[in-house]
């Protein structure tokens, strides 16, 4: 990943917005936790030792302990690999180590009581715990967007990435389980049983319910950069964005095609390109990805565009709580490195574009002319079976195989369907018109949207 140059006004309003940030995260836990029914993962095993009767330790001060721990394994892991700023995981240990016995107490009132009949209780414990969750998601999609600063509950995941070679998203689901399973030895060992109101269903929900919420809420954080990002430096952002409007306003069209496998996507763009005199983009952004990154051709042809169903759950389970600045994801590598070969082609002249989430990424390019290409499944499983040599039930496999791929890593990274014709200017349905009548309706609409802009 590249290097992100910031101004020190603008890391000081990252910093100051990060400690603002980080109460909100600490409150959501903390309101979580008041559901009764089971901590978060990560909080798991300070809540259940804070509750041994007698414990001189609050919660907060068992969270620091917790972290400093993380924050020294960090070390013994990395080594002289280990970058001092994360040094700075003490410093936001402590605070919001303090910031959970504060928002603790702030919520002490809304603790659900047991003693409530399960017709009240639980509807009032699924409500409270899914406002805190949604708080908790909220606080960790603007620590993603701050990009600052980070707990050592995710900087130890990420040392322990480092250190074995593997994805943050693994790694994370692991250590995430890894600190229920201490939750739960030690409920076992101070208790003597299993307190559901210590780790419960509430945890499971965590889990699951806290990532959905984090992509939910990311999208829709732009206006954060008005906060961490000075005036005058917005204005020098905003004149450099108009540059390359003016740019793109010197290209009359761009077409993205987005398309299902065997839908006869790849002919369709191959046709388009030649009766418009225009240039087709498909495999040339896989090789330049490869050159920039330093990964082999095979290597993004086979991870790009694909997340299967198990990789998106692992995505979904891990919440998304490291900035990509900080995030060692080949898969986001290979799309942020993608998203910028896509812009660059966009402003240079007209061309084709296949895939790759063409049509998010230029969506705010209005020469940009974007179409969907589905097609019976029947004439999909023909194509393939002409193509890859298969059988008609193998082939009918890799179709869905492919399309899951495509639709995961489309929500993955826009949090839209990747089938919804609302991100499309014109979706065509090659079976029931045929390639060529599809070429010449795309052809036409394009003549008369470059007529009206000359208008």
């Not at 082939?395 to 399309?403: L, M, P």
Request: one cysteine or more.
């Amino acid at each position: 990943m590249e290097k992100v140059i910031r101004s020190r006004d603008e890391w000081i309003r990252r910093y100051v917005s990060f400690i603002f940030i980080l109460f909100i995260i600490a409150f959501g836990t903390s309101l979580s936790i008041r559901a009764n029914l089971g901590s978060s993962p990560i909080s798991a095993p300070p809540y259940v030792l804070s509750l041994i009767p007698g414990i001189p330790l609050t919660m907060g001060t068992i969270v620091i302990m917790m972290h400093v721990l993380f924050i020294i394994i960090q070390i013994l892991l990395l080594r002289k690999d280990f970058e001092l700023r994360q040094l700075t995981q003490i410093l936001v240990s402590f605070l919001f180590g303090f910031y959970t016995d504060v928002t603790m107490w702030m919520t002490s009132f809304m603790q659900i009581p047991a003693t409530l009949p399960h017709a009240i209780g639980w509807p009032l414990q699924f409500i409270e715990l899914l406002i805190g969750g949604g708080l908790l998601a909220f606080g960790i999609a603007c620590e993603v967007r701050c990009d600052s600063l980070m707990l050592a509950g995710e900087g130890l995941p990420l040392a322990i990435a480092k250190f074995v070679k593997k994805d943050f998203g693994k790694v994370k689901m692991c250590s995430d389980t890894g600190l229920v399973a201490i939750g739960v030895a030690f409920m076992f060992i101070f208790f003597h049983h299993w307190d559901w109101k210590m780790i419960g269903v509430g945890t499971l929900v965590s889990m699951f319910y806290v990532g959905f919420m984090v992509r939910v809420y990311a999208p829709h954080l732009t206006w954060l950069d008005n906060i961490f990002i000075p005036a005058g430096e917005r204005r020098q952002e905003e004149d450099e964005i108009q540059l390359v409007r003016t740019e793109e306003n010197a290209v009359p069209f761009i077409i993205t095609i987005a398309r299902e496998y065997g839908s006869g996507g790849l002919s369709l763009g191959k046709m388009l390109a030649k009766r418009l005199g225009v240039d087709y983009y498909d495999h040339d952004i896989i090789d330049e990805t490869a050159e920039r990154l330093g990964y082999s051709t095979e290597f993004v042809r086979e991870n790009e565009q694909n997340i299967s169903n198990s990789k998106l759950w692992e995505l979904i389970f891990t919440d998304k709580s490291i900035p990509v600045s900080m995030n060692p994801s080949h898969d986001d590598a290979i799309f942020v490195s993608e998203s910028r070969i896509i812009r660059k082609l966009a402003v240079k002249k007209p061309c084709v574009i296949i895939g790759r989430c063409a049509n998010w990424i230029l969506r705010d390019d209005k020469k940009a002319f974007r179409v969907f290409v589905t097609s019976d499944s029947e004439d999909a499983v023909n194509r393939v079976i002409e193509k890859d040599h298969l059988d008609a039930e193998s082939a009918a496999k890799r179709i869905e195989q492919v399309n899951t791929g495509r639709y995961n890593h489309y929500f993955q990274y826009t949090g839209r369907r990747w089938t919804d014709a609302r991100d499309y200017d014109m979706v065509v349905n090659t079976s029931a018109l045929g390639l060529d009548e599809c070429a010449d309706i795309i052809v036409s609409c394009i003549g008369k949207r470059m007529s009206r802009t000359k208008q």
